[in-house]
């Protein structure tokens, strides 16, 4: 049973950085694909960035330029570097994985490309 577990979540002040971190387990796949993904009250869930185990990613335009998204394969483990935050940036953040399946561009994007989800770690940026 695949499990994510996401962490690093708070509250900061506007322009300030959180890195907000995601542990899997529960597999054992070489390749993979691995996301991050935010929903904000009352929105509709919403691609933040995604990585593949060679490496490729996509950040959403939203972010692009202030979030970095990274892939720890020894640990397991995903990162958010969240740079420059913004009050619109306020959300449930959760991390997101598809064992076993390598994708390309906007299909790391896409909320249905993943098969695991984590709980969430809520981001609260105030001005």
């Known amino acids: 049973q695949v499990q994510l577990v996401e962490s690093g979540g708070g509250s900061v002040q506007s322009g300030g950085s959180l890195r907000l971190s995601c542990a899997a387990s529960?597999?054992?796949?070489?390749?993979?694909?691995m996301g991050w993904f935010r929903q904000a009250p009352g929105k509709e869930r919403e691609a933040v960035a995604g990585?593949?185990?060679?490496?490729?990613?996509r950040v959403a335009d939203s972010v692009k330029g202030r979030f970095t998204i990274s892939l720890d394969k020894d640990k397991n483990a995903l990162y958010l570097q969240m740079d420059g935050l913004k009050v619109e940036d306020t959300a449930m953040y959760f991390c997101?994985?598809?064992?076993?399946?390598?994708?390309?561009?906007?299909?790391?994007?896409?909320?249905?490309?993943?098969?695991?989800w984590g709980q969430g770690t809520q981001v609260t940026v105030s001005s």
């Open positions: 997101a994985g598809a064992p076993g399946k390598y994708y390309f561009g906007d299909a790391l994007l896409s909320h249905s490309s993943y098969d695991y």
């Open positions: 529960g597999h054992t796949y070489a390749t993979y694909s």
């Open positions: 990585i593949t185990t060679d490496g490729r990613t």
